[in-house]
């Protein structure tokens, strides 16, 4: 997985559209021609290139062209105070544009496909949830090509339900008035003027991402797999809009009302999203959009936190996934690819303030959303009595909690499988979450590595208890006592209610001949009363997480027996074990070559 860093590294006359194109197809290592270069730069404006050949993307500059090390020249200083007086530049070109595939990239584009295939069908026909917050409407660039990205998943089978934020532009609006926006305890305070600027700001969202998602194919593009005019004019091309998009008073609130002697007026508390409509809508094929807006039974609008909104819907709709685009203002943390549930929950608790506060978040976590709070995953009739949210998303946030983890932990507390944390300012970020291997944003999951951890000395009699039938069948290696005493802490365990169900060793190895880190996987095993449920999956999943977070690159396992298992979940045939490179030569001359073992490899993010 190319790095963010290699993208910013690229030259400064290289638009982030062509850092994508370059990323995409070349990982990063791809010379974008020259003249490309020279049209973007008279385009954008900028002075002619020194005389100096083309650095490759991800390549840093000279140490002496680098501004951060020399002070700038009195002319250069002119020309940036010049370029800081002009008109900011799009950070990502309105209209893509990558060209035809030269003959050397087509490999790639297939490999591409092929590594996307099975996350393509896994996707057809689920429902996601995407929350664009504010800040991200605000950048128009961004929205503009990550709207691309949402007509692209909508083509793929994907349902999706946007939620669209306003803060932002709400503040800007009550600001233009002359007025500071108010907020008490994290809470806005909306009176009749804010209410109408978030009226007014949810309307311009929402016209806006309607009509980037209206906009269809170029003719040019199409025509060749599609339809064409004959030559006597008949059968014209002609398109409607590319998506059907669908908005409503789908979003059921009350007032927040009169809190600690604060009357917040017109600030609304979601009480649920109403699932059954909404799910009308996706089977018709229609994009839903909600907004920070919501509807009360007495017939007002009020204004809602946009986290709120999305986490209902997500629990409500039982959708499959939650997507919230982050920004650096709304999501400060540097987090890993993935984080289970209970790990997120335990950075939260770590982040908040010591005292009454950190017990309150524990309280919230641990509820998350209340049988009695009128959500319904399965589409039944709602209750009378409407207790709202138990999850008080604003206070935490007022407390510099991140909003879009702890949205993503309540809807995982909640039943939700699983929730992303996206970059919004990385171009094709959203893709490249759903439709790669591991992804670039972080995951938080609640049930796939639910009961799997780190094997204890309370666990050797059961993984011994497992292990035994398939020893005494010849399909694993039998281990003394002492060698898995000596192996226990390579072990995880899958445990239910005290009660062992599988077991895996994976043992670093060092480095082969490649210059690989290695990893071995050996002792997989799962109680046969539970296979066939899918927790041989979730522990070799859970095994490769863990395997990419220690650094290794490939994951290697000797077996006789158990190689369609394997083969089927990307390990590929490496020949006989004792004769192939791929392992280190300590490892090869432990290895009984009377056993005849195969050998399988799995390079991990990709790969042969």
């Known amino acids: 997985m190319a790095s963010r860093a290699a993208l910013a590294s690229c030259p400064a006359a290289v638009s982030p559209s062509q850092q994508r194109y370059a990323w995409l197809v070349g990982r990063g290592a791809l010379r974008l021609d020259c003249r490309r ?187 060749r797999h599609t339809r064409g005019g004959g030559g006597d004019g008949s059968n014209p091309l002609h398109y409607g809009p590319a998506l059907q998009t669908v908005s409503g008073n789908y979003v059921a609130a009350k007032r927040k009302g009169v809190v600690a002697g604060v009357d917040y007026q017109l600030t609304g508390v979601v009480r649920f999203v109403q699932a059954d409509a909404v799910r009308r809508q996706l089977a018709a094929g229609c994009v839903v959009l909600l907004s920070n807006l919501g509807y009360s039974a007495a017939g007002e609008v009020l204004n809602c936190d946009i986290y709120t909104v999305a986490a209902r819907a997500a629990i409500d709709l039982a959708a499959d996934k939650l997507i919230v685009l982050t920004t650096p203002e709304t999501q400060p943390l540097n987090l890993p690819l993935w984080l289970p549930l209970s790990d997120a929950e335990g950075l939260l608790r770590r982040m908040a303030p010591e005292g009454d506060h950190a017990e309150a978040l524990g309280d919230d976590l641990q509820r998350g959303y209340s049988s009695g709070s009128e959500s319904s995953n399965g589409g039944g009739q709602r209750g009378t009595a409407a207790t709202g949210l138990d999850m008080d998303f604003d206070r935490w946030y007022d407390l510099g909690l991140a909003a879009p983890l702890l949205a993503a932990c309540a809807v995982c507390r909640s039943g939700v499988k699983r929730a992303h944390l996206v970059d919004a300012g990385m171009d094709g970020g959203l893709l490249l979450e759903l439709y790669s291997r591991d992804g670039v944003g972080s995951m938080i999951s609640t049930d796939f590595y639910e009961g799997i951890r780190r094997a204890g000395g309370q666990n050797l009699a059961g993984i011994q208890e497992l292990l035994r039938p398939l020893e005494e069948r010849g399909v694993l290696v039998k281990r003394s006592e002492e060698q898995l005493l000596s192996e226990l802490p390579y072990f995880t365990v899958l445990e239910r209610e005290s009660k062992l169900l599988g077991c895996a060793l994976m043992k670093p190895l060092g480095r082969n001949a490649e210059g690989d880190e290695v990893a071995e996987l050996a002792a997989f095993c799962v109680a046969p009363s539970y296979r066939g449920g899918g927790k041989g999956d979730s522990m070799l999943e859970y095994l490769e997480a863990d395997a990419a977070a220690q650094g290794i690159q490939r994951l290697v396992l000797l077996t006789t027996r158990t190689a369609d298992w394997f083969e089927q979940r990307g390990f590929r045939p490496a020949g006989v074990a004792h004769l192939s490179p791929l392992l280190p030569d300590e490892r090869r001359q432990r290895i009984d070559p009377a056993r005849n073992s195969q050998l399988f490899s799995k390079r991990l993010g990709g790969g042969a």
């Open 37 to 223: 270069l020279q049209q973007e730069r008279r385009r954008r404006g900028a002075p002619p290139p020194t005389a100096q050949a083309p650095l490759p993307c991800g390549q840093p500059a000279p140490a002496a062209q680098d501004s951060r090390q020399a002070a700038p020249a009195p002319a250069a200083a002119a020309a940036a105070a010049a370029a800081a007086a002009a008109p900011t530049l799009p950070r990502v070109l309105r209209e893509r544009d990558y060209g035809v595939l030269d003959k050397s990239q087509f490999s790639l584009f297939v490999q591409f496909f092929r590594q996307a295939s099975p996350y393509i069908e896994g996707h057809r026909g689920r429902t996601f949830v995407l929350a664009i917050p504010g800040e991200v409407v605000d950048q128009k660039d961004v929205l503009h090509s990550l709207l691309e990205d949402v007509a692209l998943l909508h083509g793929l089978g994907v349902k999706l339900v946007i939620v669209i934020g306003a803060r932002t532009q709400i503040n800007e609006a009550i600001r233009r008035s002359g007025v500071e926006p108010r907020y008490e305890h994290g809470y806005r305070v909306t009176d009749a003027a804010a209410m109408n600027a978030a009226i007014q700001a949810a309307g311009r969202a929402r016209m806006e991402v309607e009509s980037r998602l209206s906009k269809g194919p170029a003719v040019t593009v199409v025509r």
